[in-house]
């Protein structure tokens, strides 16, 4: 049975996806300046990738007389944090104490910060 977050994972695997989010992070773009921000695509690739953000509901796209406008929904991401983020957050903070604890206890001298040799 397919998890709903499938398509959210496969569409955040692509490191071409990743950078259209980034740059929709800073506000709506038009699709012709996310395919002016990748000359190395077509305008044709940039849409498929676009595309296929819009399944995983990670773009949300309205027109706005001849163009469209896309921007960025955050919601599935948080989605995806809360479910295998945020379960383990609380396991690495009680870790990394503990670790700490152990150090204080062993009595060493802490460690002095590093200099950076010329």
Known sequence: ?????????KALA???RRA???R?????????ELVEAFPNLSRFGVMKHIEVLREADLVQTRDEGRQRVNSLNVVPIRRIYERWV???EELWSSHLLRVK??????GGPAPSP???RD
Do not use: C, H
């Open 24 to 32: 929709l992070r800073s506000g709506p773009k038009t699709t012709t």
């Open 114 to 116: 590093r200099r950076r």
């Open 14 to 16: 692509d490191p071409t």
């Open 101 to 106: 604890e152990d150090a204080e206890q062993a």
């Open 86 to 88: 945020g379960r383990f």
């Open 20 to 22: 259209i989010l980034d």
């Open 1 to 9: 049975m397919p998890d709903e977050l499938d398509l959210v994972w």
